[in-house]
């Protein structure tokens, strides 16, 4: 499930903007498992106080779809920094051995997104307290991959979710889904991304089916992928607000890490890129400065 995000592809190392654009191919009710931990530093803090033990006592274990992907990874890494115990959902269990170091705190699990909610239900389990979707569509010549692993296998882990009462779900996306709506058809990324098999359209429908499922969701859209180390502060904005600008996979993870963490993104569509002017702030006051819709 885990997938390579077009890494040779041309675009992906600028930001989107007007004249230039990254490839951005990624990201029920459960009765006692929700997550309830907060922060206790500013951004970037490594200390955790956590409210509540896991649903079998012990760490919060989190299940991550898309877990060697280049950014699923990079979250996989930040949980486990974070006192986390990760459930690595992967295609190739071999591949992810060699991707990780060894941890007591991380288990791998096949699954992959495009064979149905049951075997993800199985893969997910009993014990784990949320969902982090980091999944993307392997480079290739087939036009349906994005509906097939964007949409469809988005939809196929919410039910999985439902199936298990796993009631936190967090959703790594892109911005410029909703572009049409925007004003945003013209824009360069917006045209190459969905020239590649209409990539940002099945993203916006799985958002869709989230937001109507009844799950408490966190879906975090950002800019243009970057794979070096982060530079500038987060900028955080409303759902359709952002069309160009780039982020360091690094800060993607961090979001999706934090998100657990502060009752404040629960139920938002946040849109994220960095800004070397921008200024530094909380999680808290981030997530908070976003209205629920």
Same mark, same amino acid.
């Given at each position: 499930m885990a997938t390579t995000l077009l890494k040779t592809s041309l675009f992906q190392a600028f930001p989107f903007t007007n004249k230039t654009f990254s490839i951005f191919l990624s990201p029920c009710r459960r009765r006692t498992r929700s997550i309830d931990l907060k922060a206790s530093l500013m951004e970037g803090?490594?200390?955790?106080?956590?409210?509540?033990e896991g649903s079998r006592g012990g760490k919060k274990k989190i299940f991550v779809a898309g877990a060697t992907g280049s950014t699923?990874?990079?979250?996989?890494?930040?949980?486990?920094?974070?006192?986390?115990?990760? $459930?690595? /959902?992967?295609?190739?269990?071999?591949?992810?051995?060699?991707?990780?170091?060894?941890? !007591?705190?991380?288990?791998? @699990?096949?699954?992959?997104v495009t064979e149905g909610s049951a075997k993800l239900a199985d893969a997910i389990g009993d014990d784990s307290d949320a969902v982090i979707c980091a999944t993307g569509f392997p480079r290739s010549w087939d036009l349906l991959a994005p509906w097939k692993v964007d949409n469809f296998g988005t939809v196929n882990l919410v039910e999985a979710c439902?199936?298990?009462?796993?009631?936190?779900?967090?959703?790594i996306s892109s911005i410029l889904v909703n572009g049409a709506a925007m004003g945003q058809l013209l824009n360069p990324a917006y045209i190459i991304l969905n020239a590649l098999g209409l990539v940002l359209i099945a993203k916006l429908q799985a958002e869709q089916?989230?937001? $109507?499922? /009844?799950?408490?969701?966190?879906?975090?859209?950002?800019?243009?992928?970057?794979?070096? !180390?982060?530079?500038?502060? @987060?900028?955080?904005?409303?759902?359709?607000?952002?069309?160009?600008?780039?982020?360091?996979?690094?800060?993607?993870?961090q979001v999706a890490v934090e998100a657990l963490l502060h009752p404040e993104s629960n139920y938002k569509v946040v849109e994220i890129v960095a800004r070397a002017e921008a200024a530094k702030r909380t999680f808290e006051e981030l997530f908070g400065s976003i209205k629920q819709r």
């Open positions: 803090s490594s200390e955790v106080k956590e409210n509540e699923g990874k990079r979250i996989v890494k930040q949980l486990l920094a974070r006192g986390f115990a990760v $459930k690595a /959902g992967v295609r190739d269990i071999d591949k992810a051995k060699t991707t990780f170091s060894a941890n !007591p705190d991380l288990q791998f @699990i096949n699954a992959d439902r199936k298990r009462g796993v009631d936190r779900f967090i959703l089916y989230i937001r $109507k499922s /009844g799950i408490n969701y966190t879906i975090i859209r950002p800019g243009g992928l970057r794979n070096d !180390p982060p530079s500038g502060n @987060i900028v955080m904005e409303p759902e359709d607000t952002l069309y160009e600008g780039s982020i360091s996979r690094d800060q993607v993870a």
